[in-house]
């Protein structure tokens, strides 16, 4: 006898419910979720089942009662998860709603966040992504592994940078594989295996429309009615993104069939907003290495490949100190923007305490 007949409890299988693939993967994205407790994101994963795949901003309809049954955590333990998980912006907690008989209050209701929408994979939204982990960025360029060189002169260089766990320097090229299967480089694709282009069948571009209310259908029927004047969805929605973020459903519908049954002209204004969009995006890029290679590079000896210089970053990366030539200098490092291209090509790597010993000299 088990413990659970012992008990009195008879186990029996739930009734099975079909899920959709879309919630299947928005489950697995919240059990993988780094930075939250187990139980959290336990919580976040029961929540993703009460989700409509096409409006991810829907009120979750479920009872708290209903929630920790699933989970098995008692009810002020499931409060405690829905505080943290509205902490880390990724639910929202909507007004209640009076009972229309007595008059008493009825459960508060939630739904999530865009930023949790994003994570979990219901909608396209690389923006949101990139206000996370500001550093993402920047570890396709340069290792994880990058700490300052050890030294006999200034003690202080054998500790890492703030913040930065220490890791030993590993001699591979940058587009190593690292163990979570990612890159370190930016990613390429193989003839065989091209970029992908849809998300859920939609165009990348337009996929972010089913997380403002507008299905995949009517996706498709706004393609059509483009395409039928010659003109393509893409283009229109890249030139009039940002008065549209902000509609929803029937209202963002009837925005863009108007514009695609127009006879305005797209093509010229959406090459020209692709060329910001992209500029723009690449000296955002930048701004968030530059951060980055302050933080990680300072008082940090770096060589050339042919370890004939040593560059010591000071503590500020105001300054460089240089060793090698026929005497010892110093330089601003007014511009970074060199050294970060440095470190992407290979051409700059971390000293070792051998090579900072014989050049130092």
């Known amino acids: 006898m088990s413990l659970h007949e012992a008990a009195g409890v008879q186990l029996a299988p739930a009734p099975r419910k079909n899920l959709p693939n879309r919630i299947l993967r928005a489950f697995d994205n919240a059990m993988h979720l780094q930075g939250l407790k187990r139980g959290v994101k336990d919580t976040l994963a029961e929540l993703c089942r009460f989700v409509p795949q096409n409006r991810p901003f829907d009120t979750v309809f479920a009872h708290k009662t209903t929630i920790a049954q699933r989970i098995g955590m008692s009810e002020r333990t499931l409060y405690r998860h829905l505080d943290a998980l509205e902490a880390a912006q990724l639910i929202e907690t909507l007004e209640q709603d009076r009972k229309s008989r007595n008059g008493r209050f009825s459960v508060a209701r ?24 500001p550093n993402d960025a920047y570890d396709n360029v340069l290792p994880s592994s990058a700490l300052p060189c050890p030294s006999t002169t200034q003690s202080d260089l054998l500790a890492p940078p703030q913040n930065t766990p220490a890791q030993e320097v590993i001699p591979t090229p940058p587009s190593a594989k690292m163990t979570d299967g990612h890159t370190l480089s930016v990613p390429t694709f193989s003839r065989n295996q091209p970029p992908r282009r849809t998300e859920n069948g939609v165009p990348v571009d337009l996929a972010w429309m089913t997380g403002n209310g507008v299905s995949r259908a009517g996706i498709f029927k706004l393609m059509g009615l483009a395409k039928t004047k ?132």
């Open 110 to 133: 939630i739904r999530l966040t865009r930023k949790a929408a994003a994570l979990l994979g219901f909608i396209e939204a690389p923006e949101e992504l990139a206000l996370i982990n």
């Open 230 to 361: 010659s003109k393509r969805l893409s283009d229109i929605v890249v030139v009039v993104r940002e008065h549209i973020d902000a509609l929803k459903g029937g209202r963002l519908f009837a925005y863009l069939a108007k514009l695609a049954a127009g006879p305005t002209d797209f093509s010229v204004a959406a090459a020209t907003e692709r060329r910001r969009i992209e500029e723009a995006g690449k000296a955002k890029a930048m701004a968030r290495k530059i951060a980055v290679f302050r933080e990680r590079f300072k008082n940090v000896c770096l060589t050339n490949v042919q370890q004939t210089r040593l560059y010591v970053i000071d503590e500020s990366v105001r300054f460089v100190q240089i060793f090698g030539g026929p005497y010892p200098s110093s330089a601003p490092l007014n511009d970074l923007r060199e050294w970060i291209e440095g470190m992407e090509s290979g051409k700059l790597v971390l000293a070792t305490l051998a090579t900072e010993r014989l050049l130092r000299t």
